[in-house]
């Protein structure tokens, strides 16, 4: 039975694919383990397959290019029960990858190694991504959801064969590794991180900076519909509702001068632009929860209350305000015999309420479709 499968995906690592694989056979030695390691060559045009082969590893090709996609088809092949990934350059050190697989048999779902609770050897990082990159994309992760990795771009893991299939993991490119982190938090699996040492690279570093750094947020982004949507659509609905209102009934004193309908045009364009947003968080969490990306009983129980016939009730109640004020517009212009009409204000209010009804009762139609269920 094999135990332990070592994953090491690489693109042109002649300099170093023997070494990650020798350590890798000490440490199954060392601790009794067995074991096989896998090298996915994702089109290298060195001898790295040669070499691979020639160490004892078990080399398969995937031709479709990305990290990602190397990963996935690696640890598919893979027969353990236990699987631990790292790169083929000689940044890790594979020889302590026990310690990863004691991690796991305590009972934790996925071991991470962590760069910064461990020590960085000079050169092996620059220090725009020791500072910067990584320290801000670890505590995007963090805010957005939740746990306490310190590390979250770390190559060097090690989780169940089981674990793996909660996860359900997809992405193709670097952002890999935030999808794997962020199923695990959201899947509530059991995770833990060892401190490890990050040695210098030997051959061509294989990332694009701003590129992958972009793809990473990008991918947490879209994974968080209310850091995306909810949460600056809230806050831009909030405040321009609450200026408009205030506008609406005179005049505000501000900056040494009055500021009356002009900031109020402005004012309703952004309450309206807030709710717009606000309504696609909405839906966007909707959906979330329909595929089983979200996990939040709170936010499913608010879906479930707001029902399509209530919303559509609630936009419909603010249709009819908005041309009750339009009607009184009217009516105000009939008693001064449809004269000079001076109600730019309420028409803002009419407009903006009418507005806000349209978009509710259109969202509703969109949650409802996004929740439909097929067989």
């Known amino acids: 039975m094999t135990e332990i499968s070592v994953v090491i995906p690489c693109l042109n690592e002649e300099k170093t694919i023997a070494s990650c694989i020798k350590r890798a056979r000490e440490s199954f030695l060392r601790a009794n383990l067995s074991g096989e390691i896998i090298v996915v060559d994702n089109g290298s045009s060195d001898r790295t397959v040669e070499i691979a082969q020639n160490a004892g590893a078990v080399v398969i090709s995937e031709l479709s290019k990305g990290y990602g996609n190397a990963l996935i088809r690696g640890i598919k ?7 631990v990934m790292g790169d083929g350059d000689n940044t890790y050190d594979f020889s302590e990858i026990d310690k990863f697989v004691m991690k796991l048999k305590e009972g934790n779902d996925l071991a991470m190694g962590s760069r910064f609770k461990g020590k960085i050897l000079p050169g092996a990082m620059t220090w725009s991504h020791q500072y910067i990159g990584n320290p801000i994309l670890s505590g995007m992760l963090r805010l957005f959801f939740g746990g306490t990795i310190s590390d979250s771009h770390c190559g060097l893991r090690a989780f169940t ?81 609450i200026a408009t209102i205030k506008l609406a009934f005179g005049p505000i004193y501000a900056f040494g001068r009055n500021w009356d ?55 419909i109640f603010l249709i009819i305000l908005g041309l009750a004020l339009i009607i009184y517009i009217f009516y105000v212009w009939a008693l001064s015999n449809f004269g000079v009409l001076s109600e730019v204000k309420t028409g803002i209010l009419a407009l903006l309420l009418t507005g ?14 996004l929740q439909i269920k097929y067989r």
């Open 161 to 241: 064969k089981d674990a793996f299939k909660k996860m359900n993991l997809h992405t193709t490119g670097m952002e890999f590794a935030s999808e794997m982190v962020i199923h695990a938090l959201k899947k509530k699996l059991k995770i833990s991180e060892i401190p490890i040492t990050y040695y210098t690279r030997a051959g061509e570093s294989k990332l694009a900076s701003f590129r992958d750094a972009w793809r990473h947020i990008r991918f947490m982004l879209l994974y968080s519909p209310g850091y995306l949507f909810l949460a600056p659509g809230l806050a831009i609905f909030t405040i321009s509702f």
């Open 261 to 315: 309908v002009h900031p109020m045009v402005f004012f309703s364009m952004f309450t309206l632009l807030g709710w717009q947003i606000l309504s696609i968080g909405i839906a966007g969490k909707a959906y979330a929860n329909e595929i089983g990306l979200e996990e939040d009983k709170m936010s499913k129980k608010i879906i479930k209350f707001l029902s399509l016939e209530k919303v559509l009730i609630f936009g």
């Open 356 to 369: 806000i009804g349209l978009q509710t009762i259109f969202t509703a139609f969109l949650i409802s479709m």
């Open 77 to 83: 092949e893979a027969k353990g029960e236990y699987i």
